[in-house]
């Protein structure tokens, strides 16, 4: 049994305008819970940051990645299939694709449409603070998020874990698991489109919310090509490495107080090289171009036209609430802030 035929017994009927809106509606609530998630992590690093002193710092970094994945991923996974009754096996849902080798090689295109559109981010964020001649909160919302080096190796370890193994397989799951599939007998493209803006808006920032966006297009567009979520999970995790293996050098580096000539000369060399890919995978995705705007994509659901049914998913009044969860985690909490400076 494939995976489309697994989504469509769950169905068990035609997809109809009234279906199509409760699909949008569990959507933003299960996305309600991942931003409300979010918010309890703050308080419950409460009690951690006092446990700190008592632990040693590789137990600390495990307790911290326990709770940080158990409510990032964990809570709101078990939600989402459960409120969706989803179940579709893994074995469909990470089943080998046939052309593997082709698969792979979408990399560049993939790594380079993100890095595009990241690089053309900062742009736009350079050009508005010299036309308005100082920060303002859109330039300081588009800032870059950076990654910061610690002398913490414990510290340093759990987020390459977390970035390179946790957020690929539970966010690929989520997204491009749960989220495409029942969303996928409303339109293949629309199911590419949402799906993707839930996880760039995932990332708590307006600066990435853009490239992961970017990002989820090219991994849900994959993701439809195979059928599987097998090369878009090793793909998720092979981009979050190159962010993860800058985090370990840099943070050997600082370790180290720049001592150690190697090291140092590897950090380099390293920093040139990525430099390097991204170039070139953006030079590969515009060659892409031609090809992908001929990809014709299924649209099962034909009585309501793409634009009515972005309209009817933004408009779902759980859609609304976690659009205005989503800009309090955007913009550092300043919403709950004025909340509860009100009270």
């Not at 459960?82 to 698969?103: D, E, N, T």
């Not at 890095?115 to 001649?133: E, N, P, Q, W």
């Not at 370890?157 to 749960?178: D, H, T």
């Not at 170039?279 to 036209?305: C, D, H, L, M, Q």
């Amino acid at each position: 049994m494939s995976n489309e035929e697994s989504i469509t017994q769950q169905i068990g009927e035609e997809p109809t305008t009234g279906m199509y809106m409760i699909v949008c509606a569990k959507l933003g609530l299960s996305m309600c819970v991942y931003f409300l998630c979010r918010l309890l992590i703050s308080l419950v690093n409460i009690p951690l940051s006092k446990i700190y002193t008592v632990l040693s710092e590789p137990v600390f970094a495990i307790l911290n990645l326990t709770v940080l994945t158990t409510f990032v991923y964990i809570i709101p996974i078990i939600f989402t299939v459960l409120i969706f009754k989803y179940k579709v096996p893994l074995s469909i849902l990470y089943k080998r694709p046939k052309r593997l080798a082709r698969a792979f090689g979408t990399f560049p295109a993939t790594f380079g449409f993100g890095y595009g559109i990241a690089l053309l981010t900062l742009l736009i964020s350079y050009i508005l603070s010299k036309m308005l001649g100082g920060e303002t909160l859109i330039e300081q919302l588009l800032k870059p998020t950076t990654i910061e080096s610690t002398s913490n190796m414990s510290q340093v370890i759990m987020m390459v874990i977390l970035m390179v193994v946790a957020a690929p397989l539970f966010e690929e799951y989520l997204v491009r698991g749960v989220m495409f599939d029942v969303l996928k007998p409303y339109g293949t493209g629309m199911a590419i489109i949402i799906s993707s803006v839930l996880f760039g808006l995932m990332h708590g920032s307006l600066y990435m919310l853009f490239y992961t966006t970017a990002y989820g297009l090219a991994l849900g567009y994959i993701r439809y090509a195979t059928g599987s979520l097998f090369i878009v999970t090793i793909l998720h995790a092979i981009v979050n490495a190159v962010a993860a293996t800058t985090l370990l050098l840099m943070s050997l580096v600082e370790i180290t107080e720049r001592q150690n000539k190697v090291l140092n000369t590897i950090y380099e060399i390293y920093t040139v090289a990525i430099f390097i890919l991204i170039i070139i995978s953006v030079i590969v995705f515009i060659t892409k171009i031609p090809a992908i705007r001929r990809y014709k994509f299924e649209n099962p659901w034909t009585g309501t036209g793409p634009w009515k049914k972005l309209g009817i998913f933004f408009i779902s009044i759980p859609v609304i609430i976690m659009m205005l969860l989503a800009v309090n985690e955007i913009s550092e909490h300043r919403i709950l802030n004025l909340i509860t400076n009100l009270f």
